[in-house]
């Protein structure tokens, strides 16, 4: 079956240090990965998305970057964050069908 | 994204009561429409969708209506039942990879 892993669950970084989040799917081969952001109160926002190796689509231009260095693994990193990168973090993707799949989210604070 | 919107935040309707949830877009090039559900720090779950060439969609206790000359969709849940209360995005999809999920709806159905 496919799954989906996401961590870590919860972060909380200071403002100017760097972050890494990784998202791991199983069960199926050459999908579409999704980053997404969901800010307090607000809807998600489509962040990047990659459909296949080394290939990125950026949605939203800020100070954070994604790579997909293997066929089922994304990562969203930032070099230096800002206040208002906080917010809920979900990694999805798309296996044969239309439909996504979601993570369980990464809950970051950056104080 | 503005491309998508649920106008209405929350809803409140009575156990066994329909509940009506409301999705309006802009771009004609949308070609599926999902509804999802998310529980408060979980990653949102695929519920339903429609394709754009149909008009209904229909899964148990829940249909989607497309109404593509207006640009409106609604996700009807008949009965509602209290594990309905969630909150509901619609998401269309755009080029066969992209997915605009609007800012959702908070259903709370009461026993």
């Known amino acids: 079956s496919q799954t989906i892993h996401q961590w870590p669950a919860t972060l909380v970084q200071p403002v100017g240090s760097p972050l890494s989040l990784e998202c791991t799917v199983e069960?199926?081969?050459?999908?579409?990965l999704y980053w997404y952001r969901q800010a307090a109160g607000r809807g998600l926002q489509l962040l990047f998305y990659?459909?296949?190796?080394?290939?990125i689509s950026s949605e939203v231009p800020q100070n954070l970057s994604a790579s997909r260095p293997q066929d089922r693994q994304f990562i969203l990193s930032s070099k230096k964050l800002l206040l208002s990168d906080s917010g809920f973090y979900l990694c999805?993707?798309?296996?044969?069908?239309?439909?996504?799949?979601f993570g369980p989210g990464t809950r970051l604070t950056v104080t | 994204d503005q491309q998508v919107k649920q106008n209405s935040p929350s809803l409140s309707v009575q156990e066994g009561r329909i509940s009506i949830l409301n999705c309006d877009y802009t771009?004609?090039?949308?070609?599926?429409f999902l509804w999802y559900k998310k529980y408060p720090a979980e990653g949102p779950t695929f519920l339903i969708s429609?394709?754009?060439?149909?008009d209904k969609n229909e899964d148990g206790r829940f249909t989607v209506f497309l109404n593509k000359s207006a640009k409106h969709l609604s996700l009807h849940i008949v009965p509602s039942q209290p594990g309905d209360s969630a909150v509901y995005f619609c998401?269309?999809?755009?080029?066969?990879?992209?997915?605009?999920f609007g800012s959702g709806t908070k259903l709370n159905v009461k026993p």
């Open positions: 999805a993707f798309t296996g044969q069908g239309y439909e996504q799949y």
């Open positions: 069960g199926t081969s050459n999908p579409n």
């Open positions: 990659s459909v296949g190796i080394g290939q």
């Open positions: 771009n004609s090039m949308f070609d599926y």
């Open positions: 429609i394709s754009s060439i149909k």
């Open positions: 998401a269309p999809r755009y080029n066969f990879n992209k997915f605009y």
